[in-house]
Nanobody, 122 residues
Framework: QVQLVESGGGSVQAGGSLRLSCVAS????????MAWFRQAPGEEREGVAF????????YYADSVKGRFTISRDNAKNTLYLEMNSLKPEYTAMYYC???????????????WGQGTQVTVSS
């Protein structure tokens, strides 16, 4: 079974950029569909970006299209989220998730990381 560990969060000013990483340990990483979610205090977890097992298909929430790019390196067991032109409303805990089934941006994934905090100041 795959275990997930996120990193790369931090504090940045509006308009800035961050790159999140999610390293997966365990076997068969390339068989897992992956996604990034975020959750702000008092709000529901929101799907941000999805990527297929081979990386050939991606899907984004409307709120981040054109700003975020999801990618994966199966040789390094690593998932990425490149975030540009950040807004204060993007402040949240960001989680990576994985499952052998692809749930796009629905929070039904079986495996979750512990999260990495992203704070965007105005």
């Amino acid at each position: 079974q795959v275990q997930l560990v996120e990193s790369g969060g931090g504090s940045v000013q509006a308009g800035g950029s961050l790159r999140l990483s999610c390293v997966a340990s365990g076997t068969d990483y390339s068989s897992y569909y992956m996604a990034w979610f975020r959750q702000a205090p008092g709000e529901e977890r929101e799907g941000v970006a999805f990527i297929s097992t081979g990386g050939g298909a991606t899907y984004y929430a409307d709120s981040v299209k054109g700003r975020f790019t999801i990618s994966r390196d199966n040789a390094k067991n690593t998932l990425y989220l490149e975030m540009n032109s950040l807004k204060p409303e993007y402040t949240a805990m960001y989680y990576c998730s994985a499952d052998l089934l692809g749930y796009l941006l629905y929070p039904r994934y079986k495996l979750w990381g512990q999260g990495t905090q992203v704070t965007v100041s105005s």
